[in-house]
C-alpha cells in the first residue's frame, strides 16, 4: 500500500504545531526538535523535545527538516473547529505513540473520525492499531511542566508490551493496578516523580486503556467522547462523538492560544482521583469507584439504554454509599402508625394483612436513593433537573423498551445523568475545582459550589 509521505507530514506538522502553540500561550519557553524516536519530553526547564521519523516540510513555506533540526514554529500552522456556540475545539494529540500518525480527521454531523495507522522505520509498511486524540477548548489549561510519555510498539501477536509514563507533582506510593486489559505499577521516582509503568496482559490491540479514559471522562478533558475501535484492513478506527449533533466548521488558523482567567486544572482531579483509588482499592487492586467508572465505558460499546442503565446503577451506589446519612424528609411516626392500623383493621386473612404490614413499613422506613438525590438539591449540589432524569430513567432502561422515542428521550436526559454523576464523584474523591458542566448549554466551564455535602461531614443531626 502507497504511502503519501507528504500528506503524513503535513498532518503530523499541524500536531505539532498545536503543541508549540499550546505551551507558548502558558509562556512556556523551549526549543523543539525532530530526533527520530516517535516521544513528546517536557522538561523543567520548559523544553518541549519532539521525536519523530520524518522530514517536515511546511505548507506555505516550504523548508525540510532534518533529524535534530531546529523548527522554526512560525512555518507551522493548527487545525482549528468553531462550534455553533463558538467554543473552540483545537485538535491535540498528546500521547503519540512511536511511528503512530493521523492519517486524516473526517468531521460530519457532530461525529469524528481519526484515522491512524503505525508505521515501521522505513514508512512501508502499515499495521492497524487504535489511537487516541485529546481535544482542549480555547480555555487552556494548566499542564505539568515535566511529562515524559514514551511507549513501546504494541503489535497484534504480542503477549505482553510495557511503556512508561512519568507524571510529575504527585505524591503517591507504591502500588499495583488493574485496570482493563492493562496493569500498571506506580512507585516514586527522582524528583517528586511519579513513575506509571503499565503493561497489556491481553494480546488484542483493540482494549481501550480504561484508566486513562476514566480520567478524560472525569476531567472534562474531551467533550463527552464515546470510543469505539472498529476493524477495517489494515487500519484501525477510533470514532470519537457525541449525543449532540453540532455542526462544526474547520479552518486554518495562525492565532495561538491566549490565555484565559477561566481555566481548571485536571492534574489536580487525576491526582484526587488516583489518591482515592489507591486507599480504597480492595485485594484485587480496584476500588469500587473505579469499577463503577469502567462500567459505564463499557456498556457506551453495547447500547445507549445499558449507557443510561449503568450510569442510574452507579448514581444509586454512589448516593446510597456515600451520602447515606444526609438529613431527609422522613414520614412522621404518627403517620405511619395511622396507615398500618388501617391495614390491620381491613377484613382480611391474617397472612394478607401481616404480609401488607410487612411491605408498607419497610418501604416507608428505608431510605430512597430519590430522596437523598432531593436532599442534594435542597442543599444546592445538583439541581431538580438532574434528580428528575435519574427518576424517570432508573426503571425505564432496565425495563423499558428500545423505541426510537424512548432511545430520543434518553439522549435527552444523557448529559445531565452524566453531570448527576460527575458531582457526586468530584464530592466523594475530595475535588472542588473548575469542571466541565455538561447540563449547561454550551458546556461552560463551572465552578463547585459550596455546600454542606461533603461525604465526610454528612450527619443527620
Known amino acids: 500500500m502507497a504511502i503519501d509521505r507528504k500528506f503524513e507530514e503535513r498532518v503530523l506538522n499541524k500536531s505539532l504545531s498545536l503543541l508549540i502553540r499550546h505551551f507558548r500561550a502558558h509562556k512556556f519557553s523551549g526549543e523543539f526538535f525532530a530526533s527520530g524516536n516517535g516521544r ?39 487545525l482549528e473547529m468553531t ?28 461525529s469524528a473520525q481519526l484515522h491512524y495507522i503505525e508505521t515501521n522505520e522505513r514508512l512501508q509498511h502499515v499495521r492497524g492499531f487504535g489511537g487516541r486524540v485529546i481535544l482542549t477548548s480555547n480555555k487552556p489549561i494548566d499542564l505539568p511542566r515535566n511529562i515524559v510519555t514514551e511507549t513501546k510498539h504494541l503489535e497484534r501477536r504480542a503477549k505482553s508490551k ?6 510529575s507533582g504527585v505524591s ?40 486513562c479514559e476514566t480520567i478524560m471522562f472525569l476531567t472534562g478533558i474531551i467533550p463527552r467522547p464515546v470510543l469505539c475501535a472498529r476493524s477495517f484492513g489494515h487500519f484501525e478506527t477510533v470514532t470519537i462523538y457525541s449525543h449532540r449533533v453540532v455542526p462544526v466548521k474547520m479552518q486554518r488558523t495562525r492565532v495561538p492560544l491566549q490565555p484565559t482567567t477561566e481555566r481548571f486544572n485536571p492534574y489536580s482531579l487525576f491526582k484526587k482521583y488516583m489518591l ?38 452507579a448514581i444509586e451506589w454512589a448516593t446510597k454509599s456515600y451520602f447515606g446519612n444526609v438529613r431527609i424528609s422522613r414520614i412522621p411516626k404518627s403517620a405511619m402508625r395511622k396507615l398500618l392500623d388501617g391495614i390491620k383493621a381491613a377484613k382480611v ?48 432502561s432496565a425495563h423499558g423498551s428500545r423505541t426510537y422515542a424512548v432511545t430520543q428521550k434518553q439522549l435527552s436526559d444523557s448529559d445531565a445523568l452524566f453531570q448527576l454523576l460527575c458531582l457526586l464523584f468530584f464530592r466523594i474523591i475530595g475535588y472542588k475545582g473548575r469542571y466541565i458542566d455538561y447540563s449547561a448549554v454550551g458546556w461552560p466551564i463551572s465552578k463547585s459550589k459550596e455546600t454542606n455535602v461533603d461525604p465526610q461531614t454528612l450527619s443527620n443531626s
Open 162 to 167: 510495557a511503556g512508561k509514563w512519568i507524571w
Open 83 to 110: 462550534d455553533e456556540h463558538g467554543t473552540e475545539w483545537y485538535v491535540m494529540d498528546v500521547f503519540l505513540r512511536r511511528g503512530l500518525f493521523p492519517k486524516f480527521m473526517h468531521q460530519s454531523r457532530g
Open 349 to 396: 386473612s391474617e397472612a394478607v394483612t401481616k404480609r401488607a404490614v410487612d411491605v408498607v413499613s419497610g418501604a416507608l422506613s428505608q431510605v430512597r436513593c430519590k430522596d437523598i438525590l432531593y436532599a442534594l438539591h435542597k442543599r444546592g449540589l445538583i439541581t431538580m433537573e438532574m434528580v428528575s432524569a435519574w427518576d424517570k430513567n432508573r426503571n425505564s
Open 276 to 313: 482515592f483509588s489507591l486507599n480504597n482499592s480492595d485485594d484485587s487492586g480496584w476500588s469500587n469507584l473505579s469499577r463503577e467508572w469502567t462500567s459505564i465505558i463499557l456498556s457506551r460499546n453495547v447500547s445507549v439504554s445499558a449507557e443510561i442503565l449503568a450510569t442510574c446503577i
Open 40 to 78: 513528546i519530553l517536557l522538561t523543567n526547564e520548559g523544553v518541549l523535545t519532539f521525536e519523530y521519523i520524518a522530514e517536515v516540510e511546511s505548507e506555505d513555506k516550504p523548508k525540510s527538516y532534518k533529524p535534530g533540526e531546529l523548527i522554526d514554529p512560525k512555518d507551522l500552522c493548527l
Open 172 to 211: 503517591l506510593d507504591k502500588a499495583k493496578i488493574h485496570s482493563g486489559p492493562y496493569e500498571l505499577d506506580i512507585s516514586w521516582g527522582a524528583s517528586d516523580t511519579l513513575h506509571c509503568k503499565y503493561t497489556l496482559r491481553k494480546s488484542n490491540p483493540r482494549f481501550h486503556d480504561r484508566l
